[in-house]
């Protein structure tokens, strides 16, 4: 190499050394400042961390104290709705016995039983009917009298109702019209006799 190229590398060389030495303390201070952002962004983000803690903490508190509260208020009703039942329970049982005593009052001032069924005390019907001692309802049918519900059969044949109507007028246990009475055949010779609940009326027997 000639030796003025030499000398020209050294004089560059040399004229460039106190630039790379200020390159150089730039990127040591370029460093320290990044390292230092570095360290504050890793307090802030710390600082970030701890804060969503405390509040996640304090939101899972108030939470839970709602559910508990909650769970209370649930119990509270369950119990609420358990004395209700009872109570419904019980008014409908009392009811239930009011409307058997009122039904029992209506059947007692309705109807009057003889001969094992029960009589309309009075009536608006031209043609008479019995009805059932338990079920109060009418008895059908063209010979044997029998009740829909309950099937209890009248323990007389249908054919006996007119004698036994007059027999009861006469002995004043219900009232009929007289335009009533006049469609019943007429009576037979009879005294009366007290009325028991054989299992199968002997007519004769029974208006003796
Ligand atoms: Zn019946």
Not at 30 to 56: D, P, R, V, W, Y
Not at 158 to 186: F, Y
């Amino acid at each position: 190499m000639e030796s003025w190229v030499i000398s020209f590398l050294s004089t560059s060389l040399v004229a460039l050394i106190p630039y790379i030495l200020s390159l150089h303390k730039e990127i040591a201070r370029l460093k320290t400042i990044i390292s230092g952002h570095q360290g504050n962004l890793e307090f802030a983000l710390q600082q970030k961390t701890l804060e969503l803690e405390a509040i996640h903490l304090s939101k899972k508190l108030e939470l839970e104290a709602t559910i508990s509260g909650l769970q209370e208020k649930v119990n509270l009703a369950g119990a609420e709705q358990e004395r209700l039942k009872a109570a419904l329970a019980e008014l409908v049982k009392a009811n239930g016995e009011l409307v058997e005593q009122v039904n029992e009052q209506t059947v007692r001032h309705e109807f009057v039983e003889e001969a094992g069924v029960l009589f309309r005390k009075s009536s608006d019907e031209h043609t008479e009917c019995v009805y059932c001692p338990k079920c109060h309802v009418a008895l059908h049918g063209s010979g044997e009298l029998s009740c829909s519900i309950c099937s209890f059969v009248a323990p007389f044949p249908k054919g006996d109702i007119d004698r036994l109507v007059r027999h009861l007028v006469t002995s004043g246990k219900i009232s009929r019209t007289k335009e009533q009475l006049a469609n019943l055949p007429k009576p037979p010779d009879y005294t009366i006799a007290s009325i028991q609940r054989p299992s199968r009326l002997n007519l004769d027997a029974f208006l003796r």
